[in-house]
């Protein structure tokens, strides 16, 4: 009976560190998930600094910079580095806005240096 026994512990031992290097060796294909400010659409805030922030365009799916007037307001990421670090390109709904209009007009109204930007922007005519 101990001859039986004997055999049965190191297959035991066997089964157990294979099992344990393969899980480790093995590539997770699970996708990172985004981060909740990967949705949020810029809002400069009420505000007249001049702050560059960042948000996910998920339309172009690239992360992009817009101004932020220092108070209230969203902001999605900080930096360029968080919204890149955050996986955002794992989302997969194409159907989020550039920016809200309401956004855009408070940007344009409220912040004299791109009141600026506009007037010397290019004319495009459709």
């Known amino acids: 009976m101990r001859s039986s026994s004997s055999a049965v512990v190191p ?12 899980s480790r060796a093995a590539p997770s294909s699970a996708q990172p998930t985004p981060a909740p400010q990967c949705t949020w659409l810029p809002d400069p805030g ?9 948000y996910y365009n ?16 969203r902001v999605p990421f900080r930096t ?6 955050a ?8 159907t989020t806005p550039l920016i809200s209009s309401h956004s855009l007009h408070q940007m344009l109204a409220l912040n004299p240096r791109l009141r ?3 007037l010397h922007a290019p004319t ?3």
């Open 80 to 85: 360029s580095q968080q919204c890149q670090a």
């Open 58 to 73: 998920n339309q172009t799916h690239t992360c992009q910079v817009f101004v932020h007037g220092g108070c209230d307001g």
């Open 11 to 22: 297959l035991v031992v066997l089964l157990v560190a294979s099992r344990a290097l393969l």
């Open 116 to 118: 600026l930007i506009q």
């Open 46 to 54: 009420p505000c007249r600094a001049f702050f560059r922030r960042y």
């Open 87 to 94: 996986h955002c390109d794992a989302l997969t709904d194409s």
């Open 124 to 126: 495009v005519i459709v």
